[in-house]
């Protein structure tokens, strides 16, 4: 199994709503990471986590909030978004934190109203 | 500041030519770079990756070169194929063992390859 697998594949959410997105991988990585991406533009890291812990953290607003509950799964709650947060969040995983072929899901698309 | 550039948004060749992809990079700390191909509604898929203490490393129809001293990569596809139509991003990376490290990827370019 070389899935990593996202849900949901769209989410409209208004800007005082909490949603989450949810992230699972079978493939026995120990870092999993959040990478969100707007359109015509590369991928930019959000998050890391490395054998469960929370190791990078590029400077994201609090109204994202990341959470591995255990080493398959990766969350990412949302609490009043704007609109400009709207985009494509994709997630990642790979064997370990030093290692660089990361695989990733297919996304959810997150439009804020 | 973008640390690696795909200057060319698009690319268009015939099945069976070769397919040239390139990337530039700003930051002399990289050194390792990878490639991936990302097709319509999915996530960036993996293709084949290089360590600076390499200039070349094929796989099958798929070869990365490095230039460092123009600190420049580039993709080639050999026999170009109507499947390898996708965006091909490249990433870069500093080799930190044991440390952390992120990947910095470029913009992407479209490939289109016309039967």
């Known amino acids: 199994d070389t899935e990593v697998t996202q849900t949901p594949k769209h989410l409209v959410m208004g800007m005082t709503n909490k949603k989450s997105l949810k992230c699972e991988q079978h493939m026995g990585h120990r870092a999993m990471y959040w990478y969100k991406q707007k359109a015509k533009k590369p991928p930019e890291l959000m998050f890391v986590?490395?054998?469960?812990?929370?190791?990078i953290n590029e400077s994201v607003p609090s109204r994202f909030s990341p959470e591995c509950p255990n080493s398959s799964l990766l969350n990412l709650h949302l609490h009043a978004l704007q609109p400009e947060d709207s985009a494509l969040y994709l997630c990642a995983s790979s064997r370990r934190q030093e290692s660089y072929e990361q695989y990733f899901g297919p996304g959810t698309r997150l439009t804020v109203t | 500041d973008q640390q690696v550039k795909q200057n060319s948004p698009s690319l268009s060749v015939q099945e069976g030519r070769i397919s040239i992809l390139n990337c530039d990079y700003t930051?002399?700390?990289?050194?390792?770079f990878l490639w991936y191909k990302k097709y319509p509604a999915e996530g960036p898929t993996f293709l084949i990756s290089?360590?600076?203490?390499?200039d070349k490393n094929e796989d099958g129809r798929f070869t990365v070169f490095l230039n460092k001293s123009a600190k420049h990569l580039s993709l080639h596809i050999v026999p170009s194929q109507p499947g390898d139509s996708a965006v091909y991003f490249c990433?870069?990376?500093?080799?930190?063992?044991?440390?952390?490290?992120?990947?910095?990827f470029g913009k992407g370019t479209k490939l289109t390859v016309n039967p």
């Open positions: 986590y490395s054998y469960e812990k929370l190791s």
């Open positions: 290089i360590s600076s203490i390499k």
């Open positions: 930051n002399s700390m990289f050194d390792y």
């Open positions: 990433a870069a990376t500093v080799d930190r063992r044991g440390g952390s490290e992120k990947l910095v």
